[in-house]
């Protein structure tokens, strides 16, 4: 007896894997879609309320926090309607907004919402399937899929001249279009891993995780209204380290200082370009990304020591870094950490 496969045996089994593939999107996306808003958003002017764009949310609360993309709603005066799969249309406000993470908190007129469930993007393995539901081109409740294509891509933000990375980013290939900015990138269990962000060419979507970092962000959002971060007033870039140092501190590579912001906490504690920043209060630093992801509001007034090196001499500089304010900040210094 043959024990080969019969053409009818592998249609079935692949039919089976489809309907197995199906079932787990379905049921995601069923999931999921109550929990996203389609936004459209408006501006205040002289003459009323004018059309300025429109994206995704996701629901974080019953009593109408949703999360979207800060690029949605940026600039002043925004608000706008969230439009829901039950028909309800809601207006909002936003609550704060925070560019370097590209994320913002809106406020909706509501108190029985149905709010996502929020996962954990650490978790995420490359090749697992996700779902985005969003509202592309303004298409209510569009859904795709498609796999975590990679993980760990850093995704560049600015607000004015100052620019910042969001760690971490989620890569995928489930097709994302504008519009879809500020939905939900969800695991094949209906949670909310990330929050779509960008498309950065054709099959390359990318999602602002879901992680502690950005837990944080969102809780500051809620209850403050925006994110504290701290200053050191200094531009600069990675440098490998000569052959001699790399040996000596462990390391290949450091932040090169090619900048220091006149009258700002580096200045004062005596920074100078071409100083090679190697830790801060013992934390290695090795790339720009290493030193911002210190600079949190934990900082803000607080004396932290530098490792640098400096003329091939290690030096420890003492320093109290302030709060980055984009907003009032000298516009020289607005690229700066």
Do not use: W
């Amino acid at each position: 007896m043959s024990t080969q496969a019969q053409p009818r045996d592998v249609d079935l089994r692949e039919a089976e894997a489809l309907d197995a593939y199906s079932r787990v999107v379905v049921t995601a996306a069923e999931r999921v879609a109550p929990s996203v808003a389609n936004l459209r958003v408006t501006r205040r002017t002289r003459s009323g309320r004018m059309p300025a764009g429109a994206g995704s949310g996701v629901v974080l609360t019953r009593d109408g926090f949703i999360l979207t993309s800060a690029h949605v709603v940026e600039g002043p005066g925004r608000g706008g309607r969230a439009a829901l799969t039950d028909g309800r249309e809601l207006s909002f406000q936003v609550i704060g907004a925070d560019p370097f993470s590209d994320l913002a908190v809106l406020r909706a007129d509501a108190d029985d919402l149905t709010a996502a469930e929020l996962g954990d993007a650490e978790l995420l393995k490359v090749g697992q399937l996700v779902i985005a539901i969003g509202n592309p081109h303004g298409f209510e409740s569009s859904v795709t899929a498609g796999v975590v294509s990679a993980l760990g891509r850093s995704l560049p933000t600015r607000s004015g001249r100052t620019v910042r990375f969001v760690d971490n980013v989620i890569q995928t290939d489930a097709a994302l279009n504008p519009g879809n900015s500020g939905g939900a990138l969800a695991d094949s269990h209906g949670r909310v891993i990330g929050i779509n962000t960008a498309v950065a060419g054709v099959g390359l979507g990318l999602a602002v995780p879901i992680n502690v970092a950005t837990r944080r962000v969102i809780g500051a959002l809620m209850t403050e209204g925006r994110v504290r971060r701290a200053y050191l007033g200094i531009a600069g870039g990675p440098r490998p380290l000569p052959p001699q140092a790399r040996s000596r501190f462990g390391r290949r590579s450091a932040v090169e200082v090619s900048e220091v912001v006149p009258d700002s906490p580096a200045a004062g504690a005596g920074l100078r370009g071409e100083d090679l920043l190697l830790e801060v209060d013992g934390t290695p630093i090795e790339r720009v990304e290493d030193l911002q992801r210190l600079m949190t509001s934990d900082l803000i007034g607080k004396r932290v020591e530098l490792r640098v090196l400096r003329e091939g001499r290690e030096v420890v500089v003492a320093v109290t870094p302030m709060e980055l304010d984009t907003g009032r900040e000298p516009e020289r210094a607005r690229r700066r950490r």
